[in-house]
């Protein structure tokens, strides 16, 4: 009986186990990428300048929280333990142990052993452990003891091979490799009486819980320290540890064990609640060795890995639930159960109990939300709403995607916002019994009520509509408020209750209905407390989850006040589902959904941020003090370290020179380039959400560029200087050359002078020749004018002739007489050419302009313009273009026409104006 009994409570406690390792603490990893070190990690310590120091094989690291930071020994050997006392950094290495300072921003390392022949030339002596003890330092190897007391080592050699020395209260405990654990009073040593049982058996820690000794060994599990020996823990973890052997252990505050083991990553055991939390490469940590663990001020862990770094935040407020499976998908809504959690995902709703997760039959698909109503679980579904009562689930509609369920703070109804409108549920005990209003066939994404006949839905797109209803939620109206009050960014409505009033988030602006004006109008009250917010959502009546500028804050509000509290970026970067977010309150907490999984985090969690902020500055890798002075077009870095590295690290800005921007600090650095010459001043603030508060400064000076140095400006001087020199010099020569040139000039202007006679005389012969030209052309055009009279007159003797002819009877023989005087008397046709260019040379002016103006006209229509404007008339033209007198008359009219002259315009002075 006791045995079945026994294997009940077993089980039991197994099945205990693994619910609760369903909640983790956060934790950061850190690999040689980040660090830029070796693999493994022998020892870890918190310095007083908050900084953390770790023994990475060659190196000694320290990360501040901002930067990593590297060193080696002068022997360049394995670093395995490193103690931290006041402003030193004690290590042991090969063959050698010393202490480290920092001075200037950089480590320096001080031999303690230099010169001393303490090791022997056999024995690979590497220092494994320092502690303090009785005043004195301990630097212990596998087969050594060193004691420094300041001034002086002392050599205690082992006749066998140590482990570990361990200090429990005022006792020394030296563990061997195979002779078991003795105690050391001295130089002398004696094995406790009932410890055999530790021989060949190699022991990692010794431990003190509440006056009581545990002593953890490598594969034979834990035992306590009992009055008539040794006794082996009587917990069931104890098993799982042996089976994958400890390297570690430490008891922290809250009652609880860390276990550092060689293949399944660390254990941290509860005392108060007898359950633990396993953290390995299956969940978070990204190595299941872990070989030393170390504490910082927060009481968060650092486990130094066989490859790597993590922190694991064990007393931050806030735990997690991964899913690194890929079951689950996106989480958009969890919500606690008796044994476990229900969880609506985008791959469908998931029962998880004893830490397995079960597929709920019919639900595959996305799943938006589940609301407890008493003891019923209504989840809206993209194929419709499911109720999980008991273990069991019921489809109660098929109504597609029920976004969001909210109560009415009239009575008990319930609205569900979906994809195709709002459904109302009046009886909670019959949920088959729903009702859909009319009239608003749209997706609605949220829906609120506070007062009664009346509701307020938001479209899932934009709009924000009022819906009117009767007793029996028949729709009387739907207004579209946002249009009805000018409202033109309507985007992505969100409906915000609080306090029994609804407040509408639209386009980051808080308003309120009126229902006088029956308008939207802006809420002061959030609008100055609440700004830049892109989400919200109600935890309870006095709590709510904000997203500002990508932050999430926990409001606590106490009357019109407001206690912001922030929750750092670093646990949900990336995950956040949004448009999604939701809360789900379980008694003391409450779970927001992620991408991964959910968190959990204290409803009653305060972050009182760190004021403590040290700010250190570095330009061309040197370190600047407050007020320093760097060089022209140089980089400026400035690291500002809080020294908290969990859930209390401060949410920081900056500002430059007192400027009204606030800018975020991201990683703790900020990169300042291209500044001008001056003094400049950074101000570091601490920021809650809703005010900044000032931190600490940092002041410095930029040097006035190279050529604005002091040499250069006396460079500039001499310069200034040799120019006037010579520009006198110059000057005084100019002077004497232009009086040399004066004469030189008077010269000139006799010459210039005669010049000018000279050129006035060939100017005055110019005009001679051309009033002779003149002349010679008025003679040709008298010698034109001649030539076309005696030309019109042998044409009038031809006619004359020819009449004769056609009269005279003896025909014959006058006609060939009078043919041989025509013959005679006819124009000669070489001085007719000579006349037509003579000709077009005295009137070649008009004939351009005439072209110009009546482009139309052909060379006969010019020909005869000449001859008008020479005022001939038709009988005198009719021999010179070879055509009748009737046909100069006809051609006349013509050229009147093309000209585009009236009947009363005379040609010919017409032709004189052109």
Same mark, same amino acid.
């Given at each position: 009986?006791?045995?079945?009994?026994?294997?009940?409570?077993?089980?039991?406690?197994?099945?205990?186990?693994?619910?609760?390792?369903?909640?983790?603490?956060?934790?950061?990893?850190?690999?040689?990428?980040?660090?830029?070190?070796?693999?493994?990690?022998?020892?870890?310590?918190?310095?007083?300048?908050?900084?953390?120091?770790?023994?990475?094989?060659?190196?000694?690291?320290?990360?501040?929280?901002?930067?990593?930071?590297?060193?080696?020994?002068?022997?360049?050997?394995?670093?395995?333990?490193?103690?931290?006392?006041?402003?030193?950094?004690?290590?042991?290495?090969?063959?050698?142990?010393?202490?480290?300072?920092?001075?200037?921003?950089?480590?320096?390392?001080?031999?303690?052993?230099?010169?001393?022949?303490?090791?022997?030339?056999?024995?690979?002596?590497?220092?494994?452990?320092?502690?303090?003890?009785?005043?004195?330092?301990?630097?212990?190897?596998?087969?050594?003891?060193?004691?420094?007391?300041?001034?002086?080592?002392?050599?205690?050699?082992?006749?066998?091979?140590?482990?570990?020395?361990?200090?429990?209260?005022?006792?020394?405990?030296?563990?061997?490799? &195979?002779? +078991? @654990?003795?105690?050391?009073?001295? !130089?002398?040593?004696?094995?406790? #009486? *009932?410890?055999? %049982?530790?021989? /060949?058996?190699?022991?990692?820690?010794?431990?003190?819980?509440?006056?009581?000794?545990?002593?953890?060994?490598?594969?034979?599990?834990?035992?306590?320290?009992?009055?008539?020996?040794?006794?082996?823990?009587?917990?069931?973890?104890?098993?799982?540890?042996?089976?994958?052997?400890?390297?570690?252990?430490?008891?922290?505050?809250?009652?609880?064990?860390?276990?550092?083991?060689?293949?399944?990553?660390?254990?941290?055991?509860?005392?108060?609640?007898?359950?633990?939390?396993?953290?390995?490469?299956?969940?978070?940590?990204?190595?299941?060795?872990?070989?030393?663990?170390?504490?910082?001020?927060?009481?968060?862990?650092?486990?130094?890995?066989?490859?790597?770094?993590?922190?694991?935040?064990?007393?931050?407020?806030?735990?997690?639930?991964?899913? &690194?499976? +890929? @079951?689950?998908?996106?989480?958009? !809504?969890?919500?606690?159960?008796? #044994? *476990?959690?229900? %969880?609506?995902? /985008?791959?469908?709703?998931?029962?998880?109990?004893?830490?397995?997760?079960?597929?709920?039959?019919?639900?595959?698909?996305?799943?938006?939300?589940?609301?407890?109503?008493?003891?019923?679980?209504?989840?809206?579904?993209?194929?419709?709403?499911?109720?999980?009562?008991?273990?069991?689930?019921?489809?109660?509609?098929?109504?597609?995607?029920?976004?969001?369920?909210?109560?009415?703070?009239?009575?008990?109804?319930?609205?569900?916002?979906?994809?195709?409108?709002?459904?109302?549920?009046?009886?909670?005990?019959?949920?088959?019994?729903?009702?859909?209003?009319?009239?608003?066939?749209?997706?609605?994404?949220?829906?609120?009520?506070?007062?009664?006949?009346?509701?307020?839905?938001?479209?899932?797109?934009?709009?924000?509509?009022?819906?009117?209803?009767?007793?029996?939620?028949?729709?009387?109206?739907?207004?579209?408020?946002?249009?009805?009050?000018?409202?033109?960014?309507?985007?992505?409505?969100?409906?915000?209750?609080?306090?029994?009033?609804?407040?509408?988030?639209?386009?980051?602006?808080?308003?309120?209905?009126?229902?006088?004006?029956?308008?939207?109008?802006?809420?002061?009250?959030?609008?100055?407390?609440?700004?830049?917010?892109?989400?919200?959502?109600?935890?309870?009546?006095?709590?709510?989850?904000?997203?500002?500028?990508?932050?999430?804050?926990?409001?606590?509000?106490?009357?019109?006040?407001?206690?912001?509290?922030?929750?750092?970026?670093?646990?949900?970067?990336?995950?956040?589902?949004?448009?999604?977010?939701?809360?789900?309150?379980?008694?003391?907490?409450?779970?927001?959904?992620?991408?991964?999984?959910?968190?959990?985090?204290?409803?009653?969690?305060?972050?009182?941020?760190?004021?403590?902020?040290?700010?250190?500055?570095?330009?061309?890798?040197?370190?600047?003090?407050?007020?320093?002075?760097?060089?022209?077009?140089?980089?400026?870095?400035?690291?500002?370290?809080?020294?908290?590295?969990?859930?209390?690290?401060?949410?920081?800005?900056?500002?430059?020179?007192?400027?009204?921007?606030?800018?975020?600090?991201?990683?703790?650095?900020?990169?300042?380039?291209?500044?001008?010459?001056?003094?400049?001043?950074?101000?570091?603030?601490?920021?809650?959400?809703?005010?900044?508060?000032?931190?600490?400064?940092?002041?410095?000076?930029?040097?006035?560029?190279?050529?604005?140095?002091?040499?250069?400006?006396?460079?500039?001087?001499?310069?200034?200087?040799?120019?006037?020199?010579?520009?006198?010099?110059?000057?005084?020569?100019?002077?004497?050359?232009?009086?040399?040139?004066?004469?030189?000039?008077?010269?000139?202007?006799?010459?210039?002078?005669?010049?000018?006679?000279?050129?006035?005389?060939?100017?005055?012969?110019?005009?001679?020749?051309?009033?002779?030209?003149?002349?010679?052309?008025?003679?040709?055009?008298?010698?034109?004018?001649?030539?076309?009279?005696?030309?019109?007159?042998?044409?009038?003797?031809?006619?004359?002739?020819?009449?004769?002819?056609?009269?005279?009877?003896?025909?014959?023989?006058?006609?060939?007489?009078?043919?041989?005087?025509?013959?005679?008397?006819?124009?000669?046709?070489?001085?007719?050419?000579?006349?037509?260019?003579?000709?077009?040379?005295?009137?070649?002016?008009?004939?351009?302009?005439?072209?110009?103006?009546?482009?139309?006209?052909?060379?006969?229509?010019?020909?005869?313009?000449?001859?008008?404007?020479?005022?001939?008339?038709?009988?005198?033209?009719?021999?010179?273009?070879?055509?009748?007198?009737?046909?100069?008359?006809?051609?006349?009219?013509?050229?009147?026409?093309?000209?585009?002259?009236?009947?009363?315009?005379?040609?010919?002075?017409?032709?004189?104006?052109?």
């Amino acid at each position: 009986m006791k045995t079945i009994l026994y294997k009940f409570l077993f089980f039991f406690f197994i099945a205990s186990q693994l619910q609760a390792q369903e909640l983790l603490p956060f934790v950061e990893n850190y690999n040689k990428s980040d660090y830029q070190g070796d693999n493994q990690i022998w020892n870890i310590a918190q310095g007083r300048d908050k900084a953390m120091y770790f023994a990475n094989n060659h190196y000694l690291l320290r990360y501040d929280g901002v930067v990593w930071e590297k060193y080696f020994l002068p022997n360049k050997t394995i670093i395995r333990s490193i103690l931290i006392e006041g402003d030193r950094i004690y290590s042991g290495s090969y063959k050698e142990f010393g202490y480290w300072h920092r001075k200037n921003g950089k480590m320096y390392y001080v031999s303690i052993t230099k010169n001393l022949r303490l090791f022997d030339e056999k024995d690979n002596e590497e220092i494994w452990k320092i502690f303090r003890y009785n005043g004195a330092l301990y630097f212990q190897s596998f087969n050594d003891v060193f004691i420094y007391d300041g001034k002086q080592i002392k050599k205690i050699k082992f006749p066998f091979l140590i482990s570990y020395c361990f200090v429990v209260d005022k006792n020394l405990y030296v563990a061997s490799v &195979n002779k +078991g @654990i003795f105690r050391m009073n001295g !130089s002398r040593i004696s094995n406790p #009486k *009932g410890w055999d %049982i530790l021989k /060949n058996t190699v022991v990692h820690a010794i431990e003190k819980y509440k006056d009581k000794a545990y002593i953890f060994t490598q594969k034979r599990g834990i035992f306590t320290i009992e009055k008539n020996g040794l006794k082996a823990w009587d917990n069931p973890l104890n098993e799982t540890l042996k089976s994958n052997g400890i390297n570690v252990a430490k008891f922290i505050k809250n009652d609880k064990l860390v276990v550092g083991t060689g293949n399944k990553g660390v254990f941290i055991f509860d005392f108060k609640t007898n359950t633990y939390k396993n953290i390995d490469r299956n969940n978070v940590l990204m190595n299941n060795s872990v070989l030393t663990i170390g504490f910082d001020k927060e009481g968060d862990l650092w486990l130094g890995l066989d490859n790597g770094i993590a922190h694991v935040e064990v007393n931050s407020p806030i735990s997690f639930f991964y899913d &690194n499976s +890929g @079951i689950l998908g996106s989480v958009y !809504s969890v919500a606690t159960t008796a #044994k *476990g959690y229900l %969880i609506a995902s /985008n791959h469908g709703i998931f029962e998880f109990d004893s830490g397995i997760f079960k597929l709920l039959p019919n639900t595959q698909g996305q799943g938006w939300n589940i609301t407890k109503i008493g003891n019923k679980y209504l989840i809206g579904h993209n194929d419709g709403t499911f109720c999980y009562e008991n273990g069991a689930l019921t489809k109660v509609n098929n109504v597609s995607g029920g976004w969001n369920l909210s109560k009415s703070i009239i009575n008990d109804t319930y609205f569900q916002s979906t994809y195709s409108g709002v459904l109302v549920y009046s009886d909670i005990s019959d949920l088959a019994k729903s009702k859909e209003f009319k009239d608003l066939t749209k997706p609605i994404k949220y829906v609120a009520q506070n007062k009664r006949n009346e509701i307020w839905a938001a479209d899932n797109y934009r709009g924000l509509y009022r819906v009117l209803f009767d007793e029996n939620y028949n729709t009387l109206n739907v207004e579209n408020i946002t249009q009805q009050s000018k409202i033109k960014n309507d985007f992505g409505v969100k409906i915000f209750e609080f306090r029994e009033e609804i407040l509408f988030l639209i386009n980051n602006v808080w308003y309120t209905f009126n229902s006088i004006s029956n308008k939207l109008e802006e809420n002061e009250l959030f609008n100055s407390n609440f700004k830049n917010i892109s989400d919200v959502v109600a935890i309870d009546e006095n709590h709510f989850i904000v997203l500002q500028d990508g932050i999430l804050y926990h409001i606590y509000a106490d009357g019109n006040k407001f206690l912001w509290n922030i929750i750092q970026e670093k646990y949900y970067k990336g995950k956040l589902i949004n448009e999604n977010l939701r809360i789900f309150k379980s008694n003391n907490h409450y779970l927001m959904n992620l991408d991964d999984g959910f968190i959990s985090l204290q409803l009653g969690y305060q972050n009182k941020q760190n004021k403590g902020v040290k700010v250190e500055a570095y330009n061309d890798e040197s370190l600047l003090e407050d007020g320093g002075k760097i060089k022209h077009n140089t980089e400026l870095t400035i690291n500002v370290i809080s020294g908290i590295y969990g859930a209390s690290k401060p949410n920081l800005f900056y500002q430059i020179n007192r400027e009204k921007k606030f800018i975020p600090i991201s990683n703790g650095k900020i990169v300042l380039n291209n500044l001008s010459s001056g003094s400049h001043s950074i101000i570091i603030f601490k920021h809650d959400g809703a005010s900044y508060e000032e931190v600490s400064s940092f002041d410095f000076k930029v040097s006035q560029p190279w050529y604005f140095s002091f040499w250069m400006i006396i460079l500039y001087l001499l310069l200034i200087g040799a120019i006037l020199f010579f520009y006198y010099k110059w000057n005084k020569l100019r002077y004497t050359q232009k009086l040399k040139l004066q004469g030189e000039e008077l010269k000139h202007q006799r010459e210039i002078l005669e010049m000018e006679l000279k050129k006035e005389n060939e100017l005055n012969l110019q005009e001679y020749e051309k009033h002779i030209l003149e002349l010679e052309l008025q003679t040709k055009s008298s010698e034109v004018a001649g030539k076309s009279l005696s030309i019109a007159k042998q044409s009038e003797m031809i006619d004359n002739i020819q009449n004769i002819l056609d009269s005279e009877k003896d025909f014959n023989k006058l006609k060939s007489e009078i043919k041989k005087v025509i013959k005679i008397n006819e124009v000669n046709k070489h001085e007719w050419e000579i006349f037509e260019t003579n000709l077009n040379q005295i009137h070649n002016e008009f004939i351009i302009n005439l072209s110009k103006k009546f482009p139309n006209l052909t060379p006969k229509d010019i020909k005869l313009c000449v001859y008008l404007k020479m005022n001939l008339s038709s009988k005198e033209i009719a021999p010179m273009m070879n055509i009748s007198f009737r046909g100069v008359e006809l051609h006349r009219y013509r050229l009147r026409k093309k000209l585009n002259l009236s009947q009363e315009e005379n040609l010919s002075k017409f032709l004189l104006t052109v």
